[in-house]
């Protein structure tokens, strides 16, 4: 239904250039470390899921076209894959748990090497290769858990209302926050689900409402601005999300427009989900107030397909993520459980 | 500095298209009411208070366009000039009280006349150019008036957010919110202004923008989902915006995603103004239950510059406004004075 994101196959990654949909669907294939940095953070493909899995095949790739001759220089090419990598976004915790995560694996088969041989060089690159594809079984087979978790908490003729793209498009799987309507729709929980379009990058319009309507789930696309009027006077009953970075206290970094809607949904009194694998949850930060905001470029908002909306040498503020505080979250879904970071009751009293 | 909006000279009116801006200045004329009336729902002109000043106009045109032999017949010719016009748009007080008031002063003048003469159908028409540059005028000094009253509201140091196009664009004067803020900045008491484009038309991005880069106000562009964000960490200290009708108890029907945020408004504790001259009062309407929402079409939200921006076959809503209680409001700035429809504290107890 939905196209592969990635494919791997022996030194040649294809992505899905989600640039281009829902008009086209093609690949772009990318071949080291540089080319997945510059895929990631040219939004070739995105999603904090999505980008923990390239950024794993990030490291055989570069691997692959390499011939150290040693396991020093082994472990340099490594530690430039993972600084390249790393440097592309931010503020998705999956990138920098997948280069972690990698960087370890590497690290530590070759602690258990004596001689280095090219041999033994590609037995690494194997194990490397295996390793990301696990990480990517594991974000399928987290997205499927999530999805059950999610769904249980939706009531039959649910109206519900999600942003951005944190679907199948985002990750190895059904999805985080989509995976969670597919599957309470699959359960007919579901009376209708609008997709915000998600400014500047338009991922609710380009991408969640294409996968809405390719699983068939009664939808409706909204600008941004509607979300208040439709809580109002539409009949939601759940905001789902998904989420780049969740700090120690439940506080939740996702795409810009986010913290808006969880201020509102307090309002309406609707409760706001948030879906995300644990590998999003950053337990060095105390709070969201020390998870950094990656700034993107101003023409990302005053160009929308190659044309320029706004008069010539305006300025744009665009802050491609937001923060949204552990009080206006009425549960964070991972595929460990379901968190909940105040109970209700406290939440109702902000209100 | 900002083009004039309509230019009327003897049976033509010369419209500003604003579809074009910021990129052309470009005139369309109109000829009749039904011309006027395309115009307005076609959106050349758009913005309540200049809604209202080329309706009235649409009555000289289109009498001027006629023939008629008595005075019977001259009543039916306006009572269809009033039908055609009242259904270009039905949100925008300012349309049915210009069109009402262009009835009433036409039926006056021809009950205070016998027999009919081609003569005296020239100088009822010339009656009504000179009414319909009168309901310019009086918007005119109305902007100018809530300028001021609107500016003593702010602080030296103001950082304030506007949405939508409340600016001379909108109005034959300086604008209702954007000739506050141009106003204040005037009066050194602006530190920056931040414009939320509001989609799907971008008149933030085309046109108040544009309006703060020619008044030289320091001023960045934001999408609409960007606004709560920078509520929370860029010092916003006033959201003022325009309306399009106000009910009795103050309730304020105006762009969609106002109502978003003066929810947002309030949760971060920053006051919310709505700048609007009195003919946008609707006394018939006890609440803003009673206002009319205008739906527009799903194309004006999947196309951006003629290019689908989502997949084919989606359903959009596009709901053109939005209502927001008057408990949200702070202050509603008219040219008679300022209006606080319930008191700073209470509004503070409702977050």
């Known amino acids: 239904m939905i196209p592969p994101r990635l494919i791997y196959k022996k030194g040649k990654l294809k992505v899905l250039d989600q640039r281009l949909l829902p008009h086209r669907v093609a690949y772009l294939t990318v071949r080291n470390a540089a080319q997945t940095a510059k895929a990631i953070k040219d939004m070739v493909l995105r999603g904090a899921p999505l980008i923990g899995c390239a950024a794993a095949w990030g490291f055989p ?29 931010p503020t998705a915790l999956a990138l920098f748990y997948a280069a972690d995560r990698m960087q370890e694996k590497a690290a530590a088969i070759i602690a258990g090497q004596k001689e280095f041989s090219p041999k ?5 690159v194997r194990a490397l290769e295996r390793e990301a594809a696990k990480v990517t079984e594991e974000d399928r087979l987290a997205c499927a858990r999530m ?3 999610g769904a249980d908490l939706l009531k039959k003729n649910s109206i519900v ?5 944190a679907g199948a498009l985002a990750t190895m799987g059904i999805g985080t926050a989509v995976g969670v309507i597919t599957e309470a729709h699959a359960r007919d929980r579901i009376k209708h ?19 809405l309507q390719r699983s068939k789930v009664p939808s409706e696309l909204i600008t941004d601005n509607m979300a208040a009027h439709l809580m109002k006077t539409a ?17 939740t970094a996702n795409k810009i427009g986010t913290y808006a809607l ?30 950094k905001i990656e700034e993107r470029s101003s023409e990302e908002v005053t160009f929308i397909n190659g044309r320029l909306v706004a008069p010539k040498g305006v300025r744009a503020r665009h802050p491609g993520f937001d923060v949204t505080p552990a009080k206006l979250i009425t549960a964070i879904v991972t595929e460990k ?13 902000q209100f």
Chains 1, 2 share one sequence.
Not at 72 to 89: F, P
Not at 235 to 251: F, K, L
Not at 266 to 273: A, R
């Open 61 to 89: 790739l570069e691997l692959r076209t390499r011939r150290p001759s040693s396991w020093k220089e082994t472990l340099t090419l490594i530690k430039n894959a993972a600084r390249i990598i790393k440097a592309a976004r």
């Open 120 to 124: 033994k060089y590609r037995l690494l």
């Open 147 to 149: 999805g059950a978790l």
């Open 161 to 165: 209302l999600t942003h951005c793209n």
């Open 193 to 211: 689900a609008y997709s915000s379009e998600t400014r500047p990058y338009l991922q609710g319009a380009r991408l969640t409402i294409w996968e």
């Open 235 to 251: 009949g939601i009953n759940a905001i789902i999300v998904g989420a780049d970075r969740i700090a120690a206290n439940g506080d």
């Open 262 to 291: 969880a201020v509102l949904a307090g309002y309406h009194k609707i409760p706001f989900y948030v879906i995300a694998p644990t590998p999003t949850i950053d337990a060095s930060l105390r709070t969201g107030e020390e998870i």
């Open 337 to 349: 459980g379901v968190i909940r970071p105040v109970n209700r009751a406290s939440i109702k009293k």
